[in-house]
């Protein structure tokens, strides 16, 4: 009898479906290899959990296994569709990601033009008007998409083809809409690229690191069921517009925990000028019991793939840069300290850093790209018949 199992042995040994198998991957429940292109178990390990029974969930933690055919988490990365997601940012665009997250087909090379309808543009550009100086990008984006889901007439056509045609004007209003944040002079001409619109949009005069936002956005289109995923997921579950869906993911990736993990980044490397205050910076936050941003991962326990790659570009894109020395004495002391390994939003915030955006752009960016996952989600949980609703366990007073 061979010692591995296949996924099919594997989930008719433990009576479960498949994502529920991949969840348990996730959580560090069982082991998953990879050979011939094929994701196999190891006998023992899936023979011991089905002697044992399922595994209960953690005290404080609630496991929500929604059957998906988007994302699959790994050991230390994600797969879109079944393809390395790392892989695919080498060369690809957040276009081609979404259009694969969207429909299971892409044809790189070819340059569709993601734009918003010019009624949504104009509003969500005139709802602006009023903010206050200092507004974060991501707030921005949040009145963006609220005020072009209200100027659009067609937003509660909710078939497949509709949702595409409407998350391309989603995604090109969200990066159109913003005024020029960055410190360089804008050029106005409209090119078809979402990352070099955005590039224009928030960075500074050096263009080195454009093609590093690309990768980094192809990388963050998507992560199964994170919080701002789920949120997304209920939303179009009882049918809320596009729009609807991509505001509830909106408000939640603003979260410290979440797509908002970067701007602790920036602060973090703003107050540092050089490697050897590394060590000071961290041990003040420590002493405070304040969280270090942009360390640990509630799934990749072992170090996120994401981030390392992400990290490998930006060494090589800017090698020598002055920058990169303070963030590797930040990895150092972090290890020093026995943190948890960096993870994807060190890397975005240092992007962000050593790009010279303005604070806040990572959450930005987190944003944007997200937005591609949570349309495909949306695609997806409006095909099902039934709506997402969560139970709690009621733990208070019974009143007479």
């Not at 899936?46 to 988007?70: M, N, Q």
Request: proline share 4%; aromatic share 4%.
């Amino acid at each position: 009898m061979s010692e591995w199992m296949d996924v099919e042995q594997a989930c008719e040994r433990l009576g479960v479906k498949q994502a529920t198998l991949y969840a348990y991957v996730s959580r560090g429940v069982l082991t998953r290899r990879k050979t011939d292109g094929r994701s196999v178990f190891d006998r023992a390990e899936i023979e011991a959990l089905a002697r044992r029974g399922r595994p209960r969930r953690r005290a404080g933690t609630t496991d929500l296994v929604i059957e998906s055919a988007i994302t699959m988490l790994g050991e230390d990365r994600h797969y879109y569709r079944g393809r390395d997601a790392i892989e695919l940012a080498a060369t690809w665009r957040l276009e081609d990601a979404a259009a694969w997250l969207w429909t299971g087909e892409v044809a790189p090379g070819e340059r569709t033009l993601f734009a918003a309808r010019s009624e949504g543009l104009a509003a969500a550009r005139d709802a602006q008007r009023g903010l206050p100086t200092g507004v974060l990008p991501l707030e921005r984006l949040q009145v963006v998409v609220a005020a072009m889901g209200a100027a659009d007439p067609v937003r509660l056509n909710l078939e497949p083809a509709a949702v595409q045609q409407t998350g391309t004007a989603i995604l090109g209003g969200m990066v159109d809409a913003l005024p020029d944040l960055g410190a360089r002079r804008p050029r106005r001409s409209l090119v078809p690229d979402l990352h070099v619109r955005l590039w224009r949009k928030l960075a500074g005069a050096d263009d080195r690191l454009e093609d590093v936002l690309r990768f980094a956005m192809v990388l963050l289109a998507d992560h199964e069921l994170a919080s701002s995923t789920l949120a997304a997921r209920v939303a179009a579950s009882v049918r809320a517009d596009p729009y609807a869906v991509v505001t509830a993911g909106l408000g939640v990736v603003s979260g410290a925990l979440h797509g908002g993990a970067s701007l602790g980044v920036e602060a973090l490397l703003a107050e540092i000028a050089e490697p050897d205050r590394a060590a000071h910076a961290i041990g003040e936050r420590l002493r405070r019991g304040e969280r270090i941003s942009g360390f640990g991962h509630a799934v990749y326990k072992g170090g996120d793939a994401r981030g390392e790659a992400l990290l490998d570009r930006l060494r090589r894109t800017m090698p020598g840069n002055p920058r990169l020395a303070v963030a590797d004495a930040l990895l150092r002391e972090a290890a020093h300290r026995s943190l948890p390994p960096m993870n994807v939003d060190f890397a975005l915030g240092l992007l962000t850093h050593l790009a010279g955006m303005p604070r806040g752009a990572g959450e930005a960016i987190f944003g944007v790209a997200r937005t591609a996952g949570w349309l495909a989600h949306a695609i997806e949980e409006y095909t099902s018949p039934t709506r997402l609703r969560l139970r709690a366990s009621y733990t208070g007073p019974i009143v007479d």
